[in-house]
């Protein structure tokens, strides 16, 4: 158990609506990235978010969008759904501080199945 | 633009002899390399972290070489066990904050 929770587990969606996911980070973290992982693939940097701004982003259109929180639980939302954003959705967690840079902590994720 | 790629994609053994998994990375300039294991529709485990001013990192039976100068990373598992049977992700940390840039991943069979 890594302390990273996500929900929900599992969710389906039809093409054109718009999702929100939730990651709860380990305690003491104050960075949650989130990946997208297609089946039989590696994940996907989606974007990174530090002390509530957001710090990078990968090869993503707008339509990803996330926020994160005081207490550094995170959401990822998605926009206009299409049948490719159907995927694992992982969130991690990490302490990002000046040195050497902690591991991060993957959450269980969630599927997302869009229809 | 760093790119990882993990060959062989899939590997099967038998129980007892030692497993490596191979991880090259085209860009040089890494923060850090993690080792990670996924069971199948699950999150991902934390194996083993190496910094970039590191060569290698032990864990029990898992150790992890870093030879940045040619772009490889190499995971060795001895005395493989049915429950070593996974995927196994490697990752590049790219800049501060630690983004990872993934490999495919090696899917793992170890046969009783």
């Known amino acids: 158990e890594t302390g990273v929770t996500q929900s929900p587990t599992h969710l389906i969606k039809t093409r054109g609506q718009q999702v929100t996911l939730r990651c709860s980070s380990q305690s003491g973290h104050n960075t949650v990235s989130w990946y997208q992982q297609a089946l039989g693939q590696g994940p996907q940097f989606i974007f990174q978010?530090?002390?509530?701004?957001?710090?990078g982003r990968g090869n993503f259109p707008p339509r990803f969008s996330g926020l994160q929180f005081p207490n550094y639980s995170s959401e990822l939302n998605v926009n206009a759904l299409e049948l490719d954003d159907s995927a694992l959705y992982l969130c991690?967690?990490?302490?990002?501080?000046?040195?050497?840079?902690?591991?991060?902590?993957f959450g269980p994720g969630t599927r997302l199945l869009v229809l | 633009k760093q790119e990882v790629t993990q060959i062989p994609a899939a590997l099967s053994v038998p129980e007892g002899e030692n497993l490596v998994l191979n991880c090259s990375f085209t860009d040089s300039a890494i923060y850090n390399l993690q080792w990670f294991r996924q069971d199948p529709g699950k999150g991902l485990t934390s194996l083993l972290l190496i910094q970039s001013s590191q060569r290698e990192q032990t864990s029990g039976r898992l150790n992890a070489s870093l030879d940045k100068s040619s772009g490889r990373s190499t995971l060795y598992i001895a005395a493989s066990q049915p429950g070593d049977s996974a995927t196994y992700l490697c990752a590049v940390g790219v800049a501060a904050g630690n983004k990872l840039t993934f490999g495919g991943g090696t899917r793992v069979l170890v046969k009783p």
């Open positions: 978010y530090y002390r509530e701004e957001e710090n």
């Open positions: 991690a967690s990490s302490l990002e501080a000046s040195g050497r840079t902690k591991t991060q902590y």
